[in-house]
């Protein structure tokens, strides 16, 4: 009997330990899922879901006449959530995979139309939610898409997942490649994408994402932190004129063999960097490695004899027709010093004028250390003066930092004056002694080479960029008479006769310097051969240096290797500042035809004042017709793989319409297209060449 009391208390114990524990996990999921529900939920939504970068879209650069040198092109991965496509189109789904699956295969061509039919049928079995088509769709694919069955009822219910990022293009590929640079994921680079990366780059936004198997997809309510676009950089480039240097410098390096060479242009009332040019050269092969024009310092040789003319000049010890004694070609200072000249070893005596024009080292040295050979700090201050001695300070990462001999400093001696004032003991760039000829070409006034007058959005300037005077007036007036006549000399009468033929006038100097390196000192048979001078000479309007570096073939002075290019790009630039003369006075009336982005389109109509019917998305092409007075658009764009009528865009706007399709595009020329092959309606096979030739040159 006390057993079966035993057993029954045991039993009720046992029941009540068990209600108990029951109830006590009722009450803790009552707790949980009612009053700590908000918690735990979103405990749980901070495992699941996070922030992903939206990155802000990067600013464009511009050349001075709008043309795009360097832009971001959207690129999209697509994906597919068959959660949702299951969700709203059950029954339509089986009747409309096989259409898909081809059209995917020949829009994307990545996968087969069997593969694209296996892949959406998995989806669709599974539901998976994130289901990649593909990574790098073109915009025009990307709207494609969405007009397919199914995919069009939208990202709510057709279940595409579009997810942008942009790539960077520069539309005259090469071209100015190595001054426009290049920045990478880390934030590094050269070039103007890297100094100015912080403008150009914005402030990227922020959306949220939540994981799913397979990845992460954006939430359906779209939290977002929009990014702060990237702001435009404008340049003073001339794209024509960069392209006549570019070519016109390249010809010499391979006619010469030469290591690299270097071209600036500048425009002589504003300093203006309207061309730079630097190309490099190995075993017939050309490149842009290196901004040599600002980033690369040497000893310019006797392109420097103009400054030291100016000094001897103002400091009154020598005039144009005094007589010069030049040693028949060779002068010893010291007991194992002397300078030599090259070509004059029957001569005693020449003016002034004639040391200059004949590049007499003798000549220009032994002026220059009489003069100045007890205050030679006073000689070196001309150099100062004229900025030769410090970084220009144009904005761009990489600059030369120029260095010059002192009197106070290891290594000064007799021998400095004579060395410096012929271009040696002194180190500076292609640059600076351009900046210094633009000088004399522009008055006296010394003005601040740039390469950026301005920043902006969509296309149009907001801050514009001055130019800068450094000096308002780099020596006398009657001083700067006389380097204007030496220099116009040079051409007429002494080593840049070879431009006597061109018809206009140029003023400038030959320059032929012995290349030295720390260690070794001066090498056998290697020079940088140059010429710097402006023109037309009796009205300045461009100022252009030529530095080859390194000829192996032919001749290495200036006057035989870098005249010539500077001749070549003297005769077509002025050619081409005489057609856009004429171009002005013709084109006073409308448009016949605008053509280019629609924003950019519409930004021009609006700044002219022009009537405009249109519309277009930012990334469409627009071709604007003149009727009536109202500029009446369409959209450019390949349609059913028929070849579009391009007669009359861009380049730029060729390439975006072209290789967004799918096609390659070869061209000559620059400026709008007058040729393309083939003609406009011709159906277009995948991958087709495309070819079209731009009006300004065959």
Avoid at 67 to 94: E, N, Q
Avoid at 160 to 166: A, C, L, Q, S
Avoid at 351 to 359: A, D
Wanted: proline share 4%; aromatic share 8%.
């Amino acid at each position: 009997m006390n057993i079966k009391k035993d057993i029954l208390w045991r039993v009720v114990v046992s029941i009540l330990v068990l209600t108990l524990f029951g109830g006590a996990i009722l009450y803790s999921a009552v707790r949980v899922q009612v009053v700590e529900g908000e918690k735990w939920r979103a405990m749980g939504d901070s495992l699941h879901v996070k922030y992903r970068k939206v990155p802000a879209i990067r600013g464009s650069i511009y050349s001075d006449d709008g043309s795009l040198l360097a832009t971001s092109v959207p690129m999209y991965k697509l994906s597919l959530d068959f959660k949702v496509i299951k969700k709203y189109h059950k029954d339509s789904f089986g009747l409309r995979k096989n259409e898909l699956a081809r059209k995917l295969a020949f829009t994307f061509k990545n996968r087969t139309s069997a593969e694209y039919l296996q892949l959406l049928e998995e989806g669709y079995r599974t539901q998976s939610q994130y289901v990649t088509i593909t990574r790098n769709a073109n915009y025009i694919q990307s709207k494609a898409l969405q007009t397919w069955p199914i995919f069009k009822a939208g990202r709510y219910k057709g279940g595409v997942i579009t997810e942008e990022r942009t790539i960077r293009k520069k539309p005259y590929f090469g071209l100015g490649s190595r001054t426009i640079g290049y920045i990478n994921e880390n934030h590094k680079g050269a070039g103007i994408e890297a100094s100015f990366d912080e403008i150009l780059s914005g402030n990227d936004g922020k959306m949220v994402v939540r994981r799913i198997p397979g990845g992460y997809r954006p939430l359906e309510n779209d939290i977002k932190i929009n990014p702060d676009n990237g702001k435009d950089i404008f340049t003073t480039i001339d794209i024509h004129l960069q392209d006549v240097v570019n070519e016109e410098l390249q010809k010499g390096i391979l006619t010469h063999d030469a290591a690299y060479g270097t071209a600036v242009l500048l425009e002589v009332s504003t300093g203006k960097i309207k061309a730079i040019a630097n190309v490099d050269q190995k075993d017939g092969d050309l490149s842009e490695r290196y901004n040599h024009a600002i980033g690369r310092p040497y000893e310019p040789g006797s392109t420097m004899k103009l400054v030291s003319a100016m000094a001897s000049l103002e400091n009154g010890d020598v005039e144009l027709e005094d007589s010069i004694d030049v040693h028949y070609g060779k002068y010893k200072f010291f007991e194992n010093d002397s300078i030599t000249d090259s070509g004059h070893g029957k001569v005693a005596k020449m003016t002034y004028r004639q040391v200059f024009e004949k590049s007499s080292n003798v000549g220009i040295s032994l002026t220059a250390y009489k003069g100045f050979r007890k205050d030679p700090e006073d000689f070196i201050s001309y150099f100062d003066k004229l900025h030769l001695t410090q970084p220009l300070q144009t904005g761009i990462k990489g600059e030369a930092v120029p260095s010059i001999l002192r009197p106070d400093k290891p290594g000064w001696s007799g021998m400095s004056i004579p060395s410096t004032s012929i271009g040696y003991s002194l180190s500076t760039s292609a640059l600076h002694v351009a900046m210094v000829y633009n000088a004399v070409a522009n008055n006296g006034t010394l003005l601040r080479p740039y390469l950026i007058s301005g920043i902006g959005s969509f296309g149009q300037v907001e801050e514009i960029y001055e130019p800068i005077v450094l000096e308002s007036k780099i020596c006398k007036s009657s001083t700067l008479e006389d380097l204007k006549e030496l220099l116009v000399g040079v051409v007429q009468n002494g080593t840049g006769q070879k431009l006597k033929q061109l018809p206009f006038a140029v003023a400038g100097k030959t320059g032929t310097s012995r290349i030295s390196s720390d260690s070794s000192g001066y090498k056998k048979n290697q020079y940088n051969s140059s010429f710097v001078g402006y023109f037309p000479a009796d009205d300045p309007k461009y100022t252009l240096i030529v530095v080859i570096s390194r000829p192996s073939k032919g001749s290495f002075y200036g006057s035989s290797v870098a005249l010539p290019v500077f001749s070549d790009i003297a005769k077509k630039v002025h050619a081409q500042a005489v057609q856009k003369r004429i171009a002005v006075r013709d084109t006073l009336a409308h448009p016949a035809v605008l053509s280019g982005t629609g924003k950019s389109v519409k930004e021009t109509c609006k700044r002219f004042d022009l009537s405009y019917d249109f519309e277009a998305r930012n990334h469409q092409i627009v071709t604007l017709t003149n009727s009536n007075d109202v500029l009446i658009g369409s959209s450019i764009a390949v349609k059913d793989k028929r070849m579009p009528d391009v007669i009359g865009l861009g380049l730029s706007d060729c390439l975006y319409v072209l290789e967004n399709a799918g096609y390659k595009v070869r061209y000559r020329g620059l400026g709008k297209v007058v040729e393309q092959s083939p003609d406009p309606g011709t159906i277009l096979t995948d991958g087709r060449t495309i070819y079209i030739r731009l009006n300004t040159r065959e």
